[in-house]
């Protein structure tokens, strides 16, 4: 079953159906209304008739009621028979004894029986419409008074309705032949007239600018209706976006070694011709290794993220110097007394500078500000921000610690500063008021909200004050860097610059640009059947009881965005749908706890405990469990033989920048097997298109998804790993910072030239 989004309806057709069936609405309700009219048009004259039939006998009928019952009968006689439309005549005593009625009437006799009681009991003509099994009839009843005004008797006069309800009938199916002829060629007319006149010339626009933005554009924008209106100014911004892209490529080609992979080697290179001599200084919260006591010893650790498994690797080959808090409790002690120490221990490559915080500096700034406030302001998933001043002020005063230690490292020297997202979003500013002079890049790595969103920060000036102060800054994808500049255009006087994607403030141009992360292939050169790891996956089955299952692999942050609640009950669901998978398929979510001081993440972790607790109870056996929750820090070689032994990979994040755990089980997966399942509110879901994209929202869809991995034929699952390997491969985090450093340092390169 796939899980792609069903394909939705021509604009042209859509907008057809829309006006036909606002016209055929109208046309409907008129139709009804001229037929019902007509019918009480019709039953009018039945009345008027029937009464005037009933006045005329009621005075012969008057005289002949003074006879007994049966001389009374004998006189009626054939009087009381009718011709069609009219069935006949009855004529009752006062009490409700009958006389005599025509012989038509006799299959009739109950209902008017029922009639004259009501007459009866309220004395006064009555006409009344009724459906018996025979037909429906109408019914005349006329009280017959005496010249005091006493009851005499009572005259039914009774008609066949049967041609009046026929007639209304065919008036009815006469008008929807007519209306449907109508609206057919309506539609007709409207589709044609849409595609002509909307479409079409969209469609040609749409393409038109996918040539432009590929640079295969060699024709002017069609001119039709109604496009032409844009002639002018598409023109110009073809010019304009040529211009851009020839010097883009042409710098491209000067700045950076030709050839479709980058690498270690490549990127060190690259990273000698763009610094001329500068330091190279990269600034985050997240330190790459920390030291915690076990058992009284220092022993390192490698903290969950995707920024420190991004940029280790580059800074691994850059001799850098990485300025990070100092988190664990063992790190004072294994740095010296500026904090300062080389990593990696086994192969020591760059300066990790330690920043010192309080605990309460700490949770001020990190836990409180940063992520309990920009975290979900920037994250879709309806999480309240909670913004306090004493928070504020803390974030305040560590950015300016931070500015300050990356200003002590650089010294006099000419250095280029690359400040790590959200944490830091003061420091370029920071920086440059005092050093004006050095290069300063700021990558935001979570997305960016939208400007009416971003507006109910209270520091929102500061904060982007702050981030204008970097010459370069980069988001993950175009629509964040799009929503940035729109967030200022609206909150701040700034100077934009559309065509070039920049922003003047404050006598100075900060630049926006896409920059989408990738990963390093660290296990490359790794054959796919490794020894060692198929003994680390046979442990790992063996533990926690998955011989012979197809596995699901998970491998997030306990955090609220990354959708887990929504991934369980999906395989709940699937368990559900496909019972034949019971005992067959099981899900190991590896959960990695992070910012416990908070009390929603913790509450967030005992929910998921209890939610696994839950569908376990619901559905497993003594030897078999479907979610198998793994919370706790995972070393590498773990994660890597997890994503080796999955069948599939899930990412079901609500929102997320990038989410490197994607490209990472793709990167892992030498061997072309395995299916990801990836949100398709990931920016990764932009370049991993051969993934199964989902809604993580969509439960049913979701489920579907994993039946749709689990039952995928092997050279499927082949290609499109290959295709997904390929796009991991050829860009990757090497590709990612030489792309990054390479439009930060050429604007600066050009000036100082």
């Known amino acids: 079953m796939s899980t792609k989004n069903p394909p939705r309806l021509p604009n042209a057709l859509r907008m057809g159906l829309l006006v036909t069936g606002l016209v055929g609405l109208l046309i409907g309700a008129l139709a009804w209304f001229q037929v019902e009219r007509e019918r009480t ?42 011709y069609p439309p009219l069935i006949g005549l009855a004529v009752y005593r006062p009490d409700g004894r009958l006389i005599a009625e025509s012989h038509d009437l006799v299959e009739f006799s109950s209902e008017l029986k029922q009639t004259v009681a009501q007459v009866i009991k309220e004395p006064k003509d009555l006409i009344k419409t009724l459906k018996t099994p025979v037909a429906q009839i109408h019914i005349v009843t006329s009280v017959i008074r005496a010249a005091d005004g006493q009851m005499e008797g009572i005259l039914a006069v009774v008609h066949d309705l049967t041609d009046v309800m026929a007639r209304a009938k065919n008036r009815r199916i006469e008008f929807a032949v007519w209306s449907g002829i109508l609206l057919l060629l309506l539609l007709t007319v409207v589709v044609v007239g849409a595609w002509l006149l909307y479409d079409r010339p969209l469609n040609r626009m749409a393409e038109w600018v996918r040539q432009l933005r590929t640079g295969d554009v060699d024709e002017p924008l069609p001119v039709d209706p109604p496009v032409a209106r844009l002639a002018t100014e598409s023109d110009r911004l073809a010019a304009t976006l040529l211009a851009k892209q020839t010097a883009s490529q042409k710098q491209a080609r000067q700045a950076s070694p030709t050839g479709p992979v980058w690498t270690r080697n490549r990127w060190r290179a690259h990273l000698t011709e763009c610094l001329h001599g500068s330091h190279l200084l990269l600034v985050s919260h997240r330190e790459p290794y920390l030291h915690e006591l076990q058992d009284g010893q220092p022993r390192l650790v490698t903290p969950p993220g995707g920024l420190v498994a991004a940029l280790d690797p580059i800074m691994r080959a850059s001799n850098g110097i990485w300025i990070a808090h100092g988190a664990g409790n063992a790190d004072r002690e294994s740095a010296d007394a500026k904090g300062r120490l080389m990593v990696p221990p086994d192969d020591p490559s760059y300066t990790l500078r330690r920043v010192w915080l309080s605990r309460e500096e700490e949770h001020g700034y990190y836990h409180g500000f940063a992520n309990e406030g920009l975290w979900p302001l920037c994250h879709r998933v309806y999480q309240r921000p909670v913004f306090r001043v004493r928070n504020w002020e803390y974030y305040v005063r560590i950015n300016r610690r931070f500015a300050e230690a990356v200003l002590q490292e650089a010294g006099s020297d000419p250095a280029v500063v690359l400040v790590q997202d959200y944490q830091l979003a003061l420091v370029p500013r920071l920086i440059k008021e005092v050093r004006p002079d050095l290069v300063v890049g700021l990558f935001w ?95 790992l089955r063996d533990r926690y009881s998955l011989e012979n299952l197809q596995v699901a692999v998970g491998i997030d942050r306990i955090d609220y965005v990354k959708g887990l609640p929504e991934r369980f009950n999906a395989v709940a669901r699937f368990l559900e749908s496909y019972p034949q998978y ?38 497993q056996t ?4 479907p979610v198998r929750f793994l919370v706790g820090q995972h070393d590498p070689a773990t994660v890597y033989a997890f994503m080796r032994m999955a069948d ?25 097997d395995g299916v990801l399942i990836l949100s398709e509110f990931t920016g990764a879901a932009r370049e991993l298109i051969d993934a199964l994209i989902i809604n993580p929202y969509d439960t049913e869809q979701f489920a579907a998804a994993i039946h749709q991995a689990l039952d995928m034929p092997a050279n499927e699952r082949r290609e499109r790993m290959s295709r997904m390997r390929r796009q991991v491969e050829e860009h990757n985090v090497y590709r990612w910072a030489a792309d990054y450093l390479t439009a930060l340092t050429a604007r600066s390169a050009a000036e100082s030239g």
Not at 649 to 663: E, Q, R, Y
């Open 41 to 82: 048009t019709d039953l009018d004259e039945m009345d008027r008739r029937a009464y005037i039939l009933a006045h005329q006998m009621a005075y012969s009928i008057q005289a002949i009621l003074k006879l007994p019952d049966k001389e009374a009968a004998v006189a009626l006689g054939s009087t009381l028979e009718g």
């Open 445 to 539: 790595y979570i997305p960016w909200p939208d400007p009416e969103a971003f507006r109910i920060c209270p520091w929102r000036n500061a904060l982007l004050n702050g981030m204008l102060g970097a010459d370069l800054i980069g988001f993950h994808l175009q629509q964040y860097c799009n929503d940035f500049i729109e967030t200022v255009d609206r909150l701040i006087d700034a100077r934009l610059d559309w065509a070039d994607f920049s922003i003047e403030w404050r006598d100075h141009i900060s630049r926006v640009r896409p920059f989408p992360i990738g990963v390093a292939d660290r296990n490359k050169h790794r054959p796919p059947h490794d020894v060692v790891l198929d003994r680390h996956i046979a442990e």
């Open 582 to 619: 019971r005992g067959r398929f099981t899900l190991v979510q590896l959960g990695v706890p992070s910012r416990m001081h908070i009390r929603h993440y913790r509450d967030h972790l005992n929910e998921l405990e209890a939610l696994a607790d839950t569908i376990n109870w619901r559905f």
């Open 622 to 625: 003594a030897a078999w469990k």
């Open 648 to 672: 599939i990979g899930i990412v079901s994040s609500l929102h997320d920048g990038m989410n490197l755990v994607a490209k990472e089980f793709v990167a892992a997966r030498s061997d072309l």
